[in-house]
């Protein structure tokens, strides 16, 4: 049975699909792969359907063997040092890892999440139809730490596809426009406000994981003061808390949330999102 | 009835309700004639999140099925109890932190809570607090009672509680700001059950007493 066995870990590695949609209604988020774009192109390159769990690494700092046999495996998303037995290897590439072989990422030097796909997925026991870990819901493979051994699937049906690099962009390390559809709650905020969150930039601050990214920049006023019954969101819509500063909702967010949500990050834009670095200066467009 | 078909990106709308019975009346009726491409449902307090895969189900043609819907619906109809065949019975301990207290502000005996808290019909209006977490409402049930000031760091798994109008019980160990008056040893949340929440939206709920 050929597995990964997790030597190192740098902040923080989970094992991530496409999630478990659908079970907002009993409580249970769709998180998976923070970076879609990333966890698809990574498993396409190896052969792989798209839904096949991946590793998600965090910033860099991930050191694996292979056993039991080779395997193909692709990185996408960030951008930084990749190397088999200590020998550079391209990103957004498929490549071989003989039996034996040691896989590491480096620091990431342009976004922040690495998307490691291995062919045949890595294959851990799915909850609720789904390999993904749920942070914040505590759902799915724990996450993983040094010493973990994670079993790699059985080969699937396609090749390995002859790809050439074309499809790799690195994430941008300078300023990143996202594009915004309107928000249920926009009307519940002042002109101003939405003027502003369109016309000032804004920086990612500290507070950013897979449950959201707060943003730092101009308050935003409300309209009126009153209490909002918690309602449901969906990734991306942007939630100002009581202090006036936005957060972006992600995977992992609570399923239901009580502050408005003035506008909300459009599809095509929200993968982007999960590349911010902390101090990372953005702006939005309208969609 | 009426009510406005708020934005939400693009595989979601967010009908607005004008009360908790509206909710329930429509989350019913578009539950009984679903669309195909229908992700899934997501009601809340005065909310429905329609999901739709846009793929199979365009958002225009999601807001003219909501549109019918809402306009063969009346709050009138709501049912607070739920489909008769889908009930499912909490066995209670009534032995909650709060009991006391609770009947007390509400002017009761701690016997009468109990007796009243088990003798009404129950149904989950909604979820979103946590995994299994339900909002239990019932026609039964007109009372409120606040919130604790300071929220409990821990909540046991299986606890028993109310605030504002609502009932639930938690589904795990977790901060929480209800008030205990009892506790359940039911499986509340099983992932690997095919129906993994027992308080999931729209079940009939009766609370036993036991000793």
Redesign the interface.
């Known amino acids: 049975m050929r597995r990964l066995i997790i030597e190192a870990v740098g902040p923080l590695a989970l094992v991530e699909d496409l999630g478990r949609p659908g079970l907002a209604h009993l409580g249970v988020a769709g998180s998976g792969a923070l970076d879609r774009g990333a966890a698809r192109l990574a498993n396409r390159l190896v052969g792989n359907p798209d839904g096949a769990a991946i590793l998600e690494v965090l910033v860099g700092g991930l050191r694996a063997r292979v056993v039991g046999g080779g395997t193909w495996f692709a990185v996408a998303g960030a951008w930084g040092p990749i190397t088999l037995d200590g020998r550079p290897v391209a990103p957004y590439t498929a490549a071989r890892a003989p039996d034996g072989a040691v896989l590491e990422l480096g620091t990431a030097e342009r976004g922040l999440r690495y998307a490691l796909a291995v062919r045949g997925g890595i294959d851990e026991p799915p909850v609720l139809g789904s390999r993904s870990r749920d942070t914040l819901a505590g759902l799915g493979p724990e996450p993983v730490r040094p010493g973990r051994e994670l079993v790699i699937g059985d080969e699937p049906e396609a090749s390995v596809p002859a790809l050439d690099q074309e499809a790799a962009f690195a994430p941008p390390d300078e300023t990143v426009t996202l594009a915004l559809r309107p928000g249920p709650r926009a009307d519940w905020f002042t002109d101003a406000a939405r003027a502003a969150l369109f016309e000032t930039p804004w920086r990612v601050s500290e507070r950013a994981d897979r449950v959201g990214v707060r943003l730092v920049g101009p308050e935003l006023g409300r309209r009126a003061v009153g209490e909002l019954a918690s309602e449901a969101t969906v990734p991306g819509s942007i939630q100002v808390s009581g202090d006036g500063q936005p957060t972006i909702l992600l995977a992992d967010r609570p399923v239901t949330g009580g502050y408005p949500v003035i506008a909300i990050v459009a599809a095509a834009s929200l993968d982007a999102v999960a590349q911010l670095r902390p101090g990372q200066e953005l702006r939005f467009r309208h969609a | 009835m009426t009510g406005r078909l ?7 709308l ?1 009908v ?1 309700c004008d009360s908790l019975d509206e909710v329930l009346a429509l989350h019913d009726a578009l539950a009984a004639d679903p669309r195909p491409g229908l ?9 429905i ?1 329609v ?1 739709v895969d846009p793929e199979r189900l365009p958002l225009e043609s999601a807001e003219t099925w909501v549109r019918r819907v809402q306009g063969a619906t009346t709050s009138a109809g709501a049912d607070r109890r739920g489909p008769v065949d889908d009930e499912a019975i909490v066995r209670v301990m009534y032995d909650g932190d709060d009991l006391d207290e609770t009947a007390a502000r509400l002017g009761w005996s701690a016997e009468s809570l109990v007796a009243r808290h088990s003798a009404a019909r129950w149904r989950v209006a ?8 339900g909002y239990l409402v019932s026609d039964d049930w007109p009372f409120e009672v606040p919130r604790l000031d300071a929220p409990r760091t821990r909540v046991p798994a299986g606890a028993v509680a109310l605030a504002g109008a609502f009932s639930g019980v938690y589904p795990r160990e977790s901060p929480g700001g209800w008030r205990l008056i009892g506790r359940t040893d039911a499986d509340l949340w099983n ?1 690997d059950r095919a129906d ?2 027992l308080l ?2 729209g079940r009939r709920v009766r609370f036993e007493a036991v000793r």
Not at chain 2, 6 to 12: D, I, K, Q, R, T
Not at chain 2, 126 to 131: I, K, L, R, S
């Open positions: 708020l934005p939400s990106g693009e595989a979601a967010l607005e992700v899934e449902l997501v009601p809340a307090a005065r909310t999140l999901a909604f979820g979103g607090f946590a995994p299994g977490f992932p993994p929440a999931a939206p």
